[in-house]
């Protein structure tokens, strides 16, 4: 006689508040059916995967001991956040993940009052709950807040031990254990960020949560001694603290974390619903700072990431779409896939070995995205020129100042929305001191999915205001390889050179890649009309230039368009920029950046400096407000960065004989007014109505 089927709990489980009146078998089961609904959502639709598949027993954990909102939870950088999303409310809506419109990929208060921070960088947890503990106390001693007065809530923050790899989290460490800050702190151990953890502190994590002799030795041992006979047990026992203090020193795995007042506890079994419970129920009973040293299996539940070891976490730390089927790895498609040309992130990597091949002083340096950014190629061909720093982007280019203050040629390569934690860095220790460091920034521009914590869209206004340094962006695959042989032959300062996401154009590399004058633009195509050149020059910087070009295609009938590629923000071409002015009677700058301060901005001050300032210009870039998250073309009709719209504008322009709605001939960002993401969540719309 067949078993009638077990009832699904999670379908009655709206909000946290369900969990509470569960028994631990209960919750045990409830965890085990977050990860069966996100092993089949997110196989289908594709996102982060193998960190959330390691959580669904804590998120219930916490959630069942807690009062969200009231309590907060805190997720380090969110993509472990999501059997949190499913617990919160959002179950139903997981499949909208990442998708234009739907949730979010990380964390975002716009979006939940559950989701406290919105974070998609690492390592920043423990300071935010540091603050906000503060604040509920303050409130609670100055009364000058009635309501966040009455009742002071408990603050968690999870945190991987990938991230603890980011000295940020260890300033927050020294505060709050100072302060006596009580909070509490889920170390979330598993060995993965994206890629294996790397350093001294990783190998530790990894001594204590693969050894366990070591965190019951203390135990027994503490329980052994006092138990000795003849009144020798009870001579250890009155040694009291000097004893405990012996002892732990010796043993404990806690000692980092006990050294700086706060307590430990650890290492628990992250996947075993009572323990963690008991243990977490101690650590917010504690009212001091508590670490809850939790051991977990990223990709828990699926098997190809549970045993395929290291490189199984690695490879299914997100998944793609289609890419399990039945809870299984999904069938490779038998039907032939035409060639496609090869990924930026590839052609810097190989461009980059061969580099180092050349030249003995090249170095590669990365913030632990081998993969991401491509030197996972030079780690693993040439191992010693390979360097990886952790989730410690600040660390990178200090290093990399070392190195070149030494004659080592540094290539620092970082996304350029990571890059952004180590601008003091820049600033400071390599611009100021005119070091040759090459920063590689990848994912430049809007880069989809991961939405506004991800798109590289400031690196042209955040590095273009330094002296001393170089910033270049190739239009196309080759000219990547060019320009990063012109960087590390640039032997003056600092060099850089942004590069988008995604797939090239597809056009022959150099067999042998070639310097390119430092400064130096070049014209691509010379329209023919009115004037000696036509009336409209459009000046591409990066991905800019293949809009441009698109553009001219349709503006073909309507005026004559020449386009140019600027190549360099820094230093500008201005003899290039006064040319295309004194020939066309408008100018169009196309760059996928912010416009303040962008290259947009460049060549505007370019002009005005050359007493050229009455030139009508448009600037073709991104919105100053933050833009959501989504697949890129959809982004870049929203925002107006597409051919289409260029050419509306250009029409408009020559038309109503004004260059746009902009202050001095400047125009806007070039999307459309009052155009708004469709559908959607409070986070979509907020963002895009910002």
């Not at 600027?566 to 201005?574: E, L, M, N, T, V």
């Not at 982004?635 to 107006?640: A, D, P, R, S, Y």
Request: aromatic fraction near 6%; charge should be negative; charged fraction near 20%.
């Amino acid at each position: 006689m067949k078993k009638p089927p077990t009832t699904r709990l999670l379908e009655g489980i709206d909000a946290p508040t369900d969990l509470h009146w569960l028994t631990d078998a209960q919750l045990a089961q409830v965890a085990d059916e977050v990860r069966e609904h996100i092993i089949e959502t997110v196989g289908e639709i594709g996102g982060h995967f193998g960190a959330n598949l390691g959580t669904c027993e804590l998120a219930v954990a916490l959630h069942s001991l807690l009062d969200s909102p009231r309590d907060k939870i805190i997720w380090d950088v969110g993509h472990q956040a999501y059997p949190h999303k499913v617990l919160t409310g959002r179950r139903d809506q997981l499949e909208t993940i990442r998708q234009y419109g739907g949730l979010a990929p990380f964390c975002s208060i716009a979006e939940s009052e559950h989701d406290i921070i919105g974070a998609g960088h690492a390592s920043t947890s423990i300071g935010y709950a540091v603050g906000i503990k503060e604040a509920m106390r303050h409130a609670r001693r100055s009364g000058a807040d009635g309501a966040k007065a009455a009742g002071e809530g408990h603050v968690v923050a999870v945190i991987g031990d990938g991230a603890m790899t980011g000295g940020v989290a260890f300033e927050a460490i020294h505060q709050a254990g100072g302060l006596g800050t009580p909070i509490v702190v889920v170390l979330n151990d598993n060995g993965m960020s994206i890629a294996p953890n790397v350093g001294a502190l990783s190998r530790y994590f990894n001594r204590v949560r693969l050894n366990p002799r070591l965190w019951r030795a203390r135990e027994g041992v503490e329980g052994g001694l006092t138990k000795l006979p003849v009144g020798i047990g009870s001579a250890f026992e009155r040694l009291g603290p000097q004893l405990k203090e012996s002892i732990k020193a010796f043993w404990a795995p806690g000692l980092f974390w006990e050294e700086l007042d706060w307590a430990y506890t650890g290492v628990i079994d992250g996947h075993d619903m009572r323990g963690l419970r008991v243990a977490l129920r101690e650590a917010l009973a504690a009212e001091r700072p508590v670490v809850v040293h939790i051991a977990t299996v990223k990709g828990k539940g699926f098997a190809p990431a549970e045993d395929g070891g290291l490189e199984g976490m690695e490879r299914w730390h997100a998944a793609k779409p289609q890419s399990i089927s039945n809870g299984e790895v999904a069938p490779a498609r038998s039907a032939s896939v035409p060639r496609r040309p090869p990924q930026y992130t590839t052609v810097f990597g190989e461009a980059l070995l061969e580099e180092c091949r050349r030249d003995k002083r090249v170095i590669g340096i990365t913030a632990a995205m081998n993969t991401g950014t491509g030197l996972n190629i030079l780690q693993q061909e040439m191992p010693e020129r390979y360097f990886d720093v952790g989730i410690a982007e600040q660390q990178a280019v200090l290093f990399a100042s070392g190195l070149a203050l030494e004659g080592v040629r540094p290539v620092v390569a970082i996304y350029s929305t990571f890059l952004q934690r180590a601008y003091d860095q820049i600033v400071h220790d390599v611009c100021l001191q005119r070091l040759p460091v090459v920063f590689a920034m990848d994912r430049a521009g809007l880069v989809g999915d991961d939405g506004p914590t991800h798109h590289g869209v400031f690196d042209i206004a955040y590095m273009r205001c330094l002296p001393n340094i170089v910033l270049m962006a190739p239009r196309d695959e080759a000219m990547l390889v060019n320009m990063l042989r012109t960087a590390i032959a640039y032997e003056d300062g600092p060099i850089a050179l942004r590069y988008p996401r995604g797939e090239a154009l597809g056009v022959a590399l150099p067999k042998t890649p070639e310097r390119i004058p430092i400064g130096t633009g070049e014209i691509l195509r010379v329209g023919a009309g009115t004037g000696p050149q036509g009336r409209v020059a459009l000046i591409g910087y990066g991905t800019g230039v293949a809009k441009a070009l698109e553009a001219a295609t349709l503006l073909e009938a309507d005026a004559g368009v020449t386009v140019a590629d600027a190549r360099f923000a820094k230093p500008i071409d201005s003899s290039l920029v006064l040319q295309l002015a004194a020939e066309h009677e408008l100018l169009v700058t196309v760059e996928e950046g912010v416009l303040a301060g962008g290259f947009g901005s460049a060549v505007w001050e370019t002009l005005n400096e050359a007493g050229a300032g009455a030139t009508r210009i448009i600037r073709v870039g991104l919105p100053d407000r933050y833009v959501t998250h989504g697949a890129i073309p959809l982004l870049h009709e929203e925002v107006g960065f597409t051919a289409e719209r260029i050419a509306e504008r250009v029409r408009e322009a020559i038309g109503d004989g004004v260059a746009g709605d902009g202050v001095a001939g400047v125009g806007a960002a070039g999307e459309r007014p009052g155009r708004r993401p469709r559908g959607g969540t409070a986070e979509t719309g907020a963002l895009a109505g910002a």
